[in-house]
Structure formats: structure tokens, C-alpha cells
């Protein structure tokens, strides 16, 4: 089991930019590790995924682009780099695990952490 800690989070501007980072701890990272958002009112969806091992790449349609998912195997940390951030992108940022990348957005995740704040001002 590996437990995550979201970071990066804050208030900016339209138009500006943010990195997420997940850090996990307790165990390394294995298979896949994505970003999911949840605004207020909104359910929790799915924003990008990147494979632990081959570094292969999924993102959202409403982000691609602007967003882009990283990872650094030395320092057990997944990236989000957020650019060119609109007000649609306010949520609550959080990561997670899947065994696979073409699960990840879609399976059940029972267990979530505290998560980011992102806020994005008109």
C-alpha cells in the first residue's frame, strides 16, 4: 500500500500556471498513477495518467494541451504541470493508483487523500 500526498496547489490567475506534485511514501510507485479533480458540485473525474514503468501518457480531453503528467523516479513523485489554467480547472487536485493505465481512469478507488486546492481567478 502506498500512501500519497498531494501538494502544489493555490490562487492564480487565469491564464497562469501551477505543478502538482503527489508524493508517495510507504511503498514506491507501480503500474499506473493519475490526477483526478473534483469541483464543488461536480463529481470526482478523471484528468491524466501516466505508466510508472514505460512512462506512457493519458489525458483528458477538456486539459490536453495545457496539462502534462511527469514522473521522477529518484524523488517517488508524479507531476501535473498546469498551463494556461481557466477557471473551469478550480477543484480539489487529487492523485491515485491503478495496476494498469487503461484502468485507472475509470476503476474504483476506495481510498483517497486530502488533496490540493487549485483555484483559478477570472
Known amino acids: 500500500q502506498v500512501h500519497l500526498v498531494e501538494s502544489g496547489g493555490g490562487l492564480v490567475q487565469a491564464g497562469g500556471s501551477l505543478r502538482l506534485s503527489c508524493a508517495a511514501s510507504g511503498r514506491t510507485f507501480s503500474g499506473a498513477v493519475g490526477w483526478f479533480r473534483q469541483a464543488p458540485g461536480k463529481e470526482r473525474e478523471f484528468v491524466a495518467a501516466i505508466s510508472w514503468t514505460t512512462g506512457s501518457t493519458y489525458v483528458t480531453d477538456s486539459v490536453r494541451g495545457r496539462f502534462t503528467i511527469s514522473r521522477d523516479n529518484a524523488k517517488n513523485t508524479v507531476y501535473l504541470q498546469m498551463n494556461s489554467l481557466k477557471p473551469e480547472d478550480t477543484a480539489v487536485y487529487y492523485c491515485?493508483?491503478?495496476?494498469?493505465?487503461?484502468?485507472?481512469?475509470?476503476?474504483?478507488?476506495?481510498?483517497w487523500g486530502q488533496g490540493t486546492q487549485v483555484t483559478v481567478s477570472s
Open positions: 491515485n493508483t491503478a495496476p494498469r493505465l487503461v484502468t485507472i481512469a475509470t476503476m474504483r478507488h476506495d481510498y
